[in-house]
């Protein structure tokens, strides 16, 4: 499957040379899509990105609590408007979903206004699937108390796998 | 008028009364709300830091995350796939529900399992089937092949497992549904109590809004009352003000009705005791006179108490000396005290030599004489002494009396100064008096913007003290002037009396009489001036009060006649508006009333030594001249201090404009010889002359009336009169 993926993309490559320079096809595991409206794609997807693609993704690391950790925890991840920024999205809407097809919608100026992160590492260790990972959309609950609450915390999905981009 | 106010009173406080449990209820009610408040605040802060993930959704995820895995390996049992795909596949539906697992283990959870004992057992239960599954689990993912004894083991215990989670779910839902109803409870409770204490709160203040309005008519009927009452107060003032005026009237009135016989009494016994009288007799005599004399004395402290107190005393500004005022008192005082058997004595203690001051002496001479009398009233076989001081610094002139008589209790030294005020009861039967005197003094005193106190030991003795300003000035010359002149060198002067009433003038004509004087008589205001007109006198004594033609205008008729014979006006009503009436008219002098002998012979020595009532040739003449161009300064100054500067300069003015004419007459008698023309243009010219103080020529013009007059002597007063023009024209400018 995966040398068919890399056969079409060296097929389209000529074609679409943007594809190529904008965004590497992954070189290890995909961890997560992004689909929908987007400028820049890697694959017939969408935008594929493996765990060291997403880590070269300017992000941060913040330590605060969370309803499903036990106290003060560092999360560390791209922000997410960097990764949107990267595949050249325009829309109004993230529709997010997660490994168990849980999906929620999320305004895109979650991510435009707020340092809204995709948490890969929490204690500077990767996110396993057990740990709610690989990865988890982390509200700045330490910049902005006021996020601290059931609509935000309803935004926050774990155990992400897919971003589609819509109107 | 007073219940009206009471009655308002009562009805301001009662409202008042509601008003106030009114607002204690509203406060109450506040209170309650305000606790209301501050619980839903709280309650709504413990809400907030309930704030957490649904519990319920994440026990449904559990649940469902269990029944999704449990779905998974029923699928991979029924077709037998047990690939690497199937694999990879089911490790990760154990890791999602294992991601689960940390939801039941969150502190923030244990709370609602903790409340109930089979939650946490089952909680425990699910726990453990998820962590037995996981060695199977791992070693799915490490060798990427599933067994079908793991599969079988996986279908017993998920089959188990969901069972457990359906009914942790079921149980939360009833938990939170509960909580959450009892909650809602718990709002609503609030919601109608709170409701209930705003329905009382605008019921109270609606009170309050009513209550207030009928307090603030209450308040207005009040003021309206008490604007009344006031009004009421201001107009029963008004009558007793009216009535105290009508009061000191009467007073004057009968003061006035009182001293006129009490006149003829002192009179008569003065005339007794000159006559040859046994000593018995003798003794009689000077009873009544002593008694008539403590009388009047009382008479004129309570006329001049009510006079003081319509506040009529005017303050006069003379330099007088002090020394001779001081000893005068200690004079006057001598012969009662000599028989108490006390000791007068006079001590001076003033920063200079000079005894000058400046101030009111008659009324300072009033104070002291008071005091002094006062001090020998209470003190027999002692010592009264009068010791007079000055400040020059501050321009304080200061006179202490001190007697070693009974001295005054200090709580009763306060009263001393208030009227009608004696120390006790027996003070006032045994030693007499109105309790008025020291009263006058007071408000003397301070008429003078002076101070005036008392500091007495009882048994030892008392110093009443006073101080008025008084700034030093040099005495004048003319103010040498002595009254106790009155002795046997008496002139002989022509003196008519008029006065109506027949004692007094039978009074007062003997003792005039008894002093060497020729007098004639006049029965009333039309004789006076009739006689005046007819005969020359050196002095007239006018009466003010008699009926028909009255003293001030029978004063008018004589001056308006020309005739400038001095005029002394006697009244028994010696208010100082009389005082300027009569000076205003042209009278000359003011003597009040009964006469005295003494006071008498004062005046005829005062009289006889104006040289236009000189009663010889001789002394005229050697009367010598005095100032520039003959004019006697303190006459003129004295003319100046009584009727004023204009008055005076209007009387020279007069007499310059006049002057001529005189001489004119002269000279025209001179040449027809008309002797009595000449005699009485002469007198003339020496009446006015001398009533203005241009001694030298009165002094002529009386000359040239003995020696007889030729023409050099006419130019000789020609040129005096011009040099008296020259002079005053020369002042003027």
């Known amino acids: 499957m995966k040398s068919l993926i890399l056969a079409a993309l060296l097929a389209l490559a000529p074609a679409l040379p943007a594809y190529a320079s904008a965004i590497d096809a992954p070189k290890g595991k995909v961890i997560l899509t992004v689909a929908g409206n987007i400028q820049h794609k890697n694959s017939e997807s969408g935008a594929e990105f493996d765990l060291s693609m997403l880590e070269q993704i300017?992000?941060?690391?913040?330590?605060?609590q969370t309803p499903w950790t036990e106290g003060e925890v560092a999360f560390g991840g791209p922000l997410l408007r960097n990764i949107l920024d990267r595949v050249g999205a325009s829309g109004k809407t993230l529709h997010i979903i997660a490994l168990n097809d849980y999906a929620a919608d999320i305004p895109i100026e979650d991510a435009r206004k707020l340092d809204t992160i995709l948490a890969l590492k929490m204690d500077g260790k990767p996110l396993s699937v057990r740990d709610k990972g690989p990865l988890f959309l982390i509200y700045p609950f330490d910049k902005n108390p006021e996020l601290y609450n059931e609509?935000?915390?309803?935004?926050?999905?774990?155990?992400?796998?897919?971003?589609?981009?819509?109107? | 008028m007073i219940d009206n106010l009471t009655k308002s009173q009562q009805a301001v406080r009662r409202a008042g009364g509601a008003t106030r449990a009114l607002l204690a209820v509203s406060v109450a009610l506040l209170a309650v709300l305000a606790a209301i408040f501050t619980y839903l605040l709280v309650h709504q802060h413990s809400l907030r830091d309930s704030v957490r993930e649904d519990a319920l959704w994440a026990v449904y995820q559990l649940d469902r995350e269990a029944r999704a895995l449990a779905q998974e390996v029923d699928h991979v049992l029924a077709h037998g796939n047990t690939g690497e795909q199937t694999a990879e596949d089911l490790t990760q539906r154990y890791d999602i529900l294992?991601?689960?697992?940390?939801?039941?283990?969150?502190?923030?959870?244990?709370?609602?399992?903790?409340?109930?004992?089979?939650?946490s057992e089952q909680r425990a239960v699910a726990s453990a089937l998820i962590l037995s599954l996981q060695p199977d689990f791992d070693h799915i993912a490490n060798f990427r092949a599933v067994t079908p004894q793991a599969l079988a083991r996986f279908d017993t215990a998920l089959t188990e497992l969901y069972t457990i989670t359906g009914q942790i779910l079921t149980s939360t839902n009833a938990t939170l549904s509960t909580a959450r109803a009892d909650n809602r409870d718990d709002i609503m409770r609030l919601q109608s109590l709170s409701g209930m204490v705003i329905v009382g709160l605008t019921l109270a203040i609606g009170i309050l809004v009513f209550t207030l309005m009928k307090q603030l008519r209450i308040v207005r009927t009040a003021s309206d009352e008490l604007a009344a009452t006031a009004n009421e107060l201001r107009i029963a003032y008004d009558a007793a003000e009216a009535g105290n005026l009508a009061k000191s009237e009467f007073m004057a009135t009968m003061g006035h009705e009182i001293r006129t016989p009490l006149n003829a009494i002192l009179g008569m016994a003065e005339l007794l005791t000159l006559s040859n009288l046994a000593n018995t007799e003798r003794e009689y005599v000077s009873v009544i006179a002593s008694a008539g004399s403590s009388l009047l004395e009382i008479i004129n402290?309570?006329?001049d108490f009510s006079k003081l107190e319509h506040g009529s005393m005017t303050v006069e500004h003379v330099v007088f000396d002090v020394r001779k005022l001081a000893e005068h008192a200690a004079h006057v005082m001598e012969g009662r005290a000599r028989e108490q058997n006390t000791r007068i004595d006079l001590a001076m203690d003033l920063s200079g030599p000079e005894t000058g001051f400046d101030s009111d002496p008659t009324l300072v001479q009033r104070v002291l004489l008071n005091l002094v009398s006062n001090a020998v009233k209470f003190t027999r076989n002692g010592i009264v002494r009068i010791a007079v001081s000055d400040v020059r610094e501050t321009g304080l002139l200061r006179i202490e009396v001190c007697d070693t008589g009974v001295g005054i209790a200090p709580e009763a030294t306060k009263r001393l100064f208030s009227p009608f005020t004696q120390v006790d009861g027996s003070i006032a039967r045994r030693f007499g008096g109105t309790g008025l005197g020291l009263a006058i003094c007071k408000r003397i005193v301070e008429a003078l913007d002076g101070r005036i106190g008392v500091d007495s030991v009882p048994g030892v003795g008392s110093k009443f003290w006073f101080e008025v300003p008084a700034v030093r000035k040099p005495l004048p010359a003319a103010?040498?002037?002595?009254?106790?002149?009155?002795?046997?060198?008496?002139?002989?002067?022509?003196?008519?009396?008029?006065?109506?009433?027949p004692t007094n003038r039978q009074v007062a004509g003997r003792f005039l009489e008894t002093l060497g004087q020729q007098v004639v008589f006049a029965c009333d205001g039309e004789e006076g001036v009739a006689i005046a007109a007819r005969e020359t006198f050196d002095l007239i004594l006018m009466d003010m009060q008699m009926p028909g033609l009255d003293g001030i205008a029978a004063t008018r008729l004589i001056r308006?006649?020309?005739?400038?014979?001095?005029?002394?006006?006697l009244t028994a009503n010696a208010s100082d508006r009389d005082r300027d009436l009569c000076m205003t008219v042209g009278m000359n002098k003011f003597m009040s009333k009964p006469v005295t002998m003494k006071h008498l012979a004062t005046l005829l020595g005062e009289m006889g030594r104006r040289p236009g009532a000189a009663p010889s040739e001789a002394r005229a003449a050697m009367a010598p001249p005095v100032g520039s161009a003959g004019i006697e300064a303190s006459r003129l100054k004295e003319l100046v201090d009584v009727i004023g500067e204009d008055e005076v300069r209007k009387l020279v003015g007069t007499f310059l404009d006049e002057a001529?004419?005189?001489?004119?007459?002269?000279?025209?008698?001179?040449?027809r010889n008309d002797e009595q023309l000449i005699d009485r243009t002469l007198h003339n010219l020496k009446g006015a002359a001398a009533t203005l103080g241009f001694d030298a020529l009165a002094a002529l013009a009386h000359?040239?009336?003995g020696s007889g007059v030729d023409v050099r002597k006419a130019d000789r007063l020609s040129e005096e009169i011009e040099a008296i023009g020259n002079t005053i024209t020369h002042k003027a400018a």
Do not use: C
């Open chain 2, 703 to 705: 000359a040239y009336r």
């Open chain 1, 151 to 167: 609509k935000y915390f309803s935004r926050s999905v774990w155990q992400i796998k897919k971003i589609e981009i819509r109107d």
């Open chain 2, 479 to 501: 103010a040498s002037v002595e009254a106790s002149a009155a002795d046997a060198s008496l002139p002989r002067l022509r003196v008519l009396l008029v006065e109506d009433h």
């Open chain 2, 660 to 671: 001529p004419a005189m001489l004119r007459d002269l000279r025209d008698a001179m040449t």
């Open chain 1, 58 to 64: 300017p992000g941060r690391n913040a330590a605060m």
């Open chain 2, 301 to 303: 402290e309570i006329l």
């Open chain 2, 98 to 119: 294992y991601s689960r697992l940390s939801l039941l283990r969150s502190g923030q959870y244990l709370s609602l399992f903790e409340s109930n004992p089979t939650f």
């Open chain 2, 560 to 569: 308006a006649s020309g005739d400038m014979t001095p005029i002394v006006a």
